[in-house]
């Protein structure tokens, strides 16, 4: 199985919404670090291919 970025976002999205559900207060985390992954990868300074 190929990782790609539209493999990977939606389990993300998943574990995250999980999370939420059981540890309200790690909302802020979980967003913040999504945004910063998301910013990484957008800038190619973690490359997915």
């Keep these: 199985m190929v990782v ?3 493999n990977i976002q939606p389990i993300v999205a998943l574990i ?3 999370l939420i559900l059981v540890v309200p207060g790690l909302l802020r985390f979980i967003v ?3 945004l910063i992954f998301i ?3 957008g800038l190619n300074i973690i ?3």
Excluded: Q
Aim: no cysteine; charged share 0%.
């Design 4 to 6: 790609s970025l539209a």
């Design 32 to 34: 913040a670090a999504y």
């Design 47 to 49: 490359p997915l291919h």
């Design 16 to 18: 995250a919404g999980i």
């Design 39 to 41: 910013g990484l990868v």
